[in-house]
T-cell receptor, first 116, second 116 residues
Framework: AQKVTQAQTEISVVEKEDVTLDCVYETRDTTYYLFWYKQPPSGELVFLIRRNSFDEQNEISGRYSWNFQKSTSSFNFTITASQVVDSAVYFCALSEAPGGSYIPTFGRGTSLIVHP | NAGVMQNPRHLVRRRGQEARLRCSPMKGHSHVYWYRQLPEEGLKFMVYLQKENIIDESGMPKERFSAEFPKEGPSILRIQQVVRGDSAAYFC??????????????FGSGTRLTVV
């Protein structure tokens, strides 16, 4: 069974601070995908990144970076120089491939509040 | 290329009425996933469908809930005899296919169901 844990329920920072959102996952499969989604106050879900289990390279996209570590089953997300517009709930998700279904399981989310 | 379209955005139903939620996947996507987000919680998987087939409904409540994805037209999530506990945001996601080349799941903006 797959499981995603986002231990941080809420994080509050001041603008321009760096912040890391933790994600720990459990899976028995060797083939799986990890995702991060952003849910701003408007409510929609915005896809941020997908990473497959065979690619442990870290990724950077502007102020966003992701650190994938299979040894610790973690896929952490860092926002550098946070901005008020980064305020949102961030979800980490995992999809396995038992039988090829790839149905994503989501963590409970981390609410990030960036104060001006 | 329009994204995943969900309608209505907001739906208010009295207890005992029926709720019908629609989801039109992205063009070229043949896989649809429905999720429910209860207040202050993450997304819970409900059902996974392909055209004319329910692939996995392990997350669907046993009674009152049904889903379909006909050959023509949108996917429909139907909730009969709604109760207050059904109040939630319902999200639909689509993907082109399962497999190694599966990209991020694209979510619609959700339907917020309120049962009064």
């Amino acid at each position: 069974a797959q499981k995603v844990t986002q231990a941080q329920t809420e994080i509050s920072v001041v603008e321009k601070e760096d912040v890391t959102l933790d994600c720990v996952y459990e899976t028995r499969d060797t083939t799986y995908y990890l995702f991060w989604y952003k849910q701003p106050p408007s409510g929609e879900l915005v896809f941020l990144i997908r990473r497959n289990s065979f690619d442990e390279q870290n990724e950077i996209s502007g102020r966003y970076s992701w650190n994938f570590q299979k040894s610790t089953s973690s896929f952490n997300f860092t926002i550098t120089a946070s901005q008020v517009v980064d305020s949102a709930v961030y979800f980490c998700a995992l999809s396995e491939a038992p039988g090829g279904s790839y149905i994503p399981t989501f963590g409970r989310g981390t609410s990030l509040i960036v104060h001006p | 290329n329009a994204g995943v379209m969900q309608n209505p955005r907001h739906l208010v139903r009295r207890r005992g009425q029926e709720a019908r939620l629609r989801c039109s996947p992205m063009k070229g996507h043949s896989h649809v996933y429905w999720y429910r987000q209860l207040p202050e919680e993450g997304l819970k998987f409900m059902v996974y469908l392909q055209k004319e087939n329910i692939i996995d409904e392990s997350g669907m409540p046993k009674e009152r809930f049904s889903a379909e994805f006909p050959k023509e037209g949108p996917s429909i999530l139907r909730i009969q005899q709604v109760v207050r506990g059904d109040s939630a945001a319902y999200f639909c996601a689509s993907s082109p296919a399962t497999g190694q080349d599966n990209y991020g799941y694209t979510f619609g903006s959700g339907t917020r169901l309120t049962v009064v």
